[in-house]
């Protein structure tokens, strides 16, 4: 088919093209609903989350081509979250407690010296896993996608870098690493593949709610969490507002 721009223009008039500003995270681990809402605001950069399929080397004939055939081991990749830090790093603060939680090394102690037994053990899986949740959104602030990384922990939490030669910016770089992810599209030209969403964005909030297989609806336990909060959070209209404003 030949090159045409009025059939570029006709598929992005149609469907737009996605922008990478619009998006928020949100964190469901360890703390308190208030220290995770505020921290919404603070994710200036994430990644959504891809996969992988597991494959081997496999011939089905004796001669000709070698194959890789996938068997059924989904690799996830690791995602990493930027957070802008507040004066008193208290979203530091909040990471080095939830690793604390996971493997306990006595950050926390004070005035205790030389080794004990109960530093460096890990606790059990599920006493600290979480879940995060990144939902990115249209132009027009209308909910476009939501990435539910389940049984999600933050693995590595990067140094911060400080000089007296900038004024720049503090930021905390956090790699999460999850067992799998949930996901829902909303695409108003396609089927839905099993997937009902039924949102709108107004003065009061956002209203409405979704369906996802295997999950259910929204008024239903998402991933171990309250639906409402897991998929629209507390935030509402305000946070689409923003969005749309960039």
Request: charged fraction near 20%.
């Amino acid at each position: 088919m030949t090159f045409n721009i009025n059939n570029l223009m006709t598929s992005i008039n149609k469907s737009g093209v996605a922008k990478t500003s619009h998006f928020e995270v949100q964190i469901l681990g360890y703390g308190t609903s208030g220290e995770e809402r505020d921290m919404m605001f603070r994710a200036d950069t994430a990644e959504l989350p891809g996969r992988s399929l597991a494959t081997a080397e496999h011939r089905f004939d004796n001669y000709g081509p070698i194959n890789k055939v996938p068997y059924g081991a989904q690799i996830y990749n690791d995602i990493t979250v930027s957070f802008l830090l507040s004066e008193d790093l208290r979203e530091k603060e909040y990471f080095e407690y939830w690793q604390e939680r996971i493997v306990n090394t006595g950050a926390f102690e004070q005035g205790v010296q030389g080794r004990t037994f109960s530093r460096f053990n890990s606790k059990y899986f599920n006493d600290y896993t979480g879940s995060v949740i990144i939902r990115q959104y249209g132009s027009a602030g209308n909910l476009s996608s939501i990435h539910v990384l389940n049984e999600a922990y933050p693995t590595n939490m990067n140094p911060i870098a400080m000089s007296w030669g900038d004024d720049t910016l503090a930021k905390l770089q956090i790699t999460f690493v999850y067992r799998n992810y949930k996901v829902a599209f909303n695409v108003g030209d396609q089927p839905r593949r099993g997937i009902g969403f039924g949102f709108s964005i107004g003065p009061g909030g956002v209203a409405g709610s979704v369906n996802l297989p295997g999950i259910g609806r929204a008024s239903g336990i998402f991933g171990g969490v309250n639906a409402v909060q897991a998929t629209v959070g507390d935030i509402n209209s305000r946070v689409a507002q923003i969005r749309s404003s960039f």
